[in-house]
């Protein structure tokens, strides 16, 4: 089976505000509800598990019945730091689902992916065990480490932005945060699925994802979103 796990438990400091943004509106409903639809449609998700901060477990629940999600299988409490929360996350849905079956890790504030990338993110793991979402980078990377010089260009035709879905098998990824969580330092410089697989040399497939699928972080990306949403209903 499959399912799709949203972690929505950010404070969202750096949008400025006292709301945290998984809450705001976004053409008329707030991000969660967005995000929760794009799984809540899909034929193949099985079902919705949803992992947020301490506290807004009643509201994370209430924004799932107004906009009737009605494949939310659970509500878990997310962790200290954000991997720490994608493990509490796994660890809740290896309680209630089989460890064959394939998860979809997601960003609550990442409400825009189109329904053949989350097909084609259930089919790699189907062939390979992994699936990275990205897209091609259309602008120059350049690499620093003291933010003030640059210390190397990588070729432009050889990078790419790791976004999500981030999907796995739910067996393997478990055992790929143990492994992690083991070491002298932990999740130290883990930022997603794609970091902890590559530090433990384990392959990862990737899938390309279609544009717009960004992780709302600034006011500029609630706006810049906003627009697109309506620039494609209108289309």
Known sequence: MNFAVVFAGGSGERMGGPVP????????????????ELFERHPMIDG???????????????????????????VAIGGATAQDSIYS???????????DSIVLLHDGVRPYVLPEVISANIAAVEKYGSAVTYTPCYETIVLSKDGARVDSIPQRSESYTAQAPQSFR????I?????????????AGM??????????????????????????????DLVTLGALMKWRGAT
Do not use: M, W
């Open 48 to 74: 919705i598990y949803l992992v947020v901060g301490e506290g807004h477990v009643e509201r994370a629940k209430g924004i799932a019945a107004k906009y009737g999600v009605s494949k939310l299988r659970g």
């Open 89 to 99: 996350g796994l660890k809740f849905v290896e309680e209630r689902e089989s460890a």
């Open 191 to 220: 930022v997603d699925q794609a970091t902890i697989c590559f530090a433990l040399g384990i392959p990862v497939h990737l899938v390309p994802g279609n544009r717009g699928n960004v992780k709302i972080t600034t006011p500029e």
């Open 175 to 187: 055992a790929a945060h143990e492994r992690i969580r083991s070491r002298p330092g932990g999740y």
């Open 21 to 36: 943004k998984q809450y705001l509106e976004l053409d008329g409903k707030p991000v969660l509800a967005h995000t929760l």
């Open 170 to 173: 739910l067996r393997g990824i």
